[in-house]
C-alpha cells in the first residue's frame, strides 16, 4: 500500500472522533443556550407574579379596616335601615382588590414553587374570610363584619371578632412572608 493511503486509514477514526466529539459539543452549548433563555424567562415571570401579589395585597387590610370604622359609627342596623354611605364604599373598594389578589395569587399558585402557592393560598383564603363572604347584594349577611349587626352580648359576635382578628393576622403574617421567600427562592434555590 501506499504511505499516503495507510496514513490515511490511520488517522481516520481520528478524524472521525474529533468530529463527532464536536458536534456533541455544538449540541450540548445550543442546548445550554435554549434551556438557559427558558429558565430566564420563567424566572422574570415567577418573579412578576410574586410582585404583583405583594402589591395586589397592600391596600387590602386598609381598606377592610376602614369598612369597619364606617360600621363602628353606625347606628343599630336593620331590615330597611341603610347601611353607612362610607361602608359601601369601601366594600366596593374591596370587590376591586379581591379580583387583584385573586388574580395574582393564581399567577402565584400557577408559577410556584410549593411553599409559594401555599403563601398565596393562605392569602387568597384569608382575603375571602376578610372580605369575600360579606360582599353579598344586600351586605347584610357579612360573615366576619357580622359582629357589628349583632347585640353587644351575643356569644356569636365574639366568635366573629375572633375570627376576623385570626384571619387578619393570618393575611398579614402570610404577606411578609412572602417577599422573603420569594428572594430566597429566586436568589438561591435550584430551578425547579
Not at 12 to 37: D, E
Not at 52 to 79: N, V
Amino acid at each position: 500500500m501506499e504511505s499516503e493511503v495507510i496514513a490515511a486509514l490511520i488517522g481516520m477514526p481520528a478524524v472521525l472522533v474529533t468530529a463527532a466529539a464536536g458536534w456533541l459539543a455544538g449540541r450540548a452549548q445550543s442546548h445550554g443556550t435554549y434551556h438557559g433563555a427558558v429558565d430566564a424567562a420563567r424566572r422574570a415571570a415567577q418573579s412578576q407574579a410574586y410582585a404583583d401579589l405583594f402589591r395586589a395585597t397592600r391596600p387590602f387590610i386598609d381598606i377592610y379596616d376602614s369598612a369597619e370604622a364606617a360600621l363602628r359609627g353606625a347606628p343599630a342596623m336593620g331590615p330597611g335601615i341603610p347601611l353607612p354611605e362610607e361602608f359601601t364604599r369601601r366594600v366596593n373598594e374591596m370587590r376591586e382588590v379581591l379580583d387583584s389578589i385573586e388574580h395574582a395569587a393564581d399567577m402565584v399558585r400557577l408559577e410556584g414553587p410549593d411553599s409559594l402557592a401555599e403563601i398565596a393560598e393562605c392569602i387568597w383564603d384569608n382575603a375571602m374570610q376578610l372580605g369575600g363572604q360579606r360582599l353579598t347584594p344586600d351586605m347584610r349577611s357579612v360573615p366576619l363584619l357580622r359582629y357589628y349587626f349583632l347585640d353587644p352580648s351575643d356569644p356569636k359576635r365574639h366568635a366573629d371578632q375572633d375570627a376576623a382578628d385570626r384571619a387578619s393576622q393570618e393575611f398579614q403574617a402570610a404577606r411578609r412572608e412572602l417577599l422573603p421567600a420569594a428572594r430566597k427562592y429566586l436568589n438561591g434555590g435550584p430551578s425547579q
